[in-house]
């Protein structure tokens, strides 16, 4: 079957616009992941979505960073007034069930360059 | 602090010989340790984890919880084995912290 998608899979924008990531996870999996890696980094995580209700949001670096989750299914990933240290790949995980221990499936990744 | 350290960049071995990427982690209580692998031009995609106690493609990790280490090992290496790989942990299963934190991978490379 199908699995995670996301779009687009390459963006380059200017600093201080905006842009908006997409994420289709697998159908009838309940728990959404939204990670970040930086250049010569390891993912770190952004916020997760139990449903459409996002549990926790620690992760997310800035109050430009936003995300939301519709119809239990696609979610978006805004980040407001881009910066040069916003470049990374974005990357977008689903699972069946939400909370730990569960194997997260991910998707190709979204590459954003801010220029 | 939660935290996974991986402390090789890159490991070169040549085909046939063993191979062990390290991995020791930070967390208070009792964490789900997983390995995820990353081949050229392929998405991110769990290897092993160590509540299953099993063995993927060769791999094999014991967590050992004195040490706070989850090493991956493998007797015999081969080329495809080639790959970034990288140890994550999440909290404890059945809990509510399902997010992965990572460490910054390895970078394995199998030489013919």
């Known amino acids: 079957g199908a699995g995670v998608s996301q779009s687009p899979s390459n963006k380059v924008t200017e600093k201080g616009k905006d842009v908006e990531l997409r994420c289709d996870p697998i159908?009838?999996?309940?728990?959404l992941y939204w990670y970040r890696q930086r250049l010569g980094q390891g993912l770190e995580f952004l916020i997760y979505?139990?449903?459409?209700?996002?549990?926790?949001k620690s992760g997310l670096p800035s109050d430009r960073f936003s995300a939301e989750r519709t119809g239990e299914s696609v979610s978006t990933l805004t980040i407001q007034r881009t910066q040069q240290e916003d470049s990374a790949v974005y990357l977008c995980?689903?699972?069946?069930?939400?909370?730990?221990?569960?194997?997260?499936?991910f998707g190709p990744g979204t590459r954003l360059t801010v220029t | 602090a939660q935290r996974v350290t991986q402390p090789e960049k890159l490991l070169s071995v040549f085909k046939g010989a063993p191979v062990e990427l390290k991995c020791n982690y930070s967390?208070?209580?009792?964490?789900?340790l997983f390995w995820y692998v990353q081949y050229s031009r392929q998405r991110l995609q769990l290897l092993l984890r160590?509540?299953s106690r099993e063995s993927i493609k060769g791999f094999t990790a014991d967590l050992n919880k004195g040490e706070t280490s989850f090493h991956l090992k493998k007797p015999f290496a081969q080329e495809e084995d080639s790959a970034m790989y990288y140890c994550?942990?999440?909290?404890?299963?059945?809990?509510?912290?399902?997010?992965?934190?990572f460490g910054k991978g390895t970078k394995l490379s199998v030489k013919p």
């Open positions: 995980a689903s699972s069946l069930v939400g909370g730990a221990g569960y194997e997260q499936y």
């Open positions: 159908s009838g999996h309940t728990a």
């Open positions: 979505f139990q449903g459409n209700s996002a549990p926790d």
């Open positions: 967390y208070s209580g009792s964490p789900e």
């Open positions: 160590h509540i």
């Open positions: 994550a942990l999440s909290g404890e299963r059945g809990g509510s912290q399902g997010n992965l934190i």
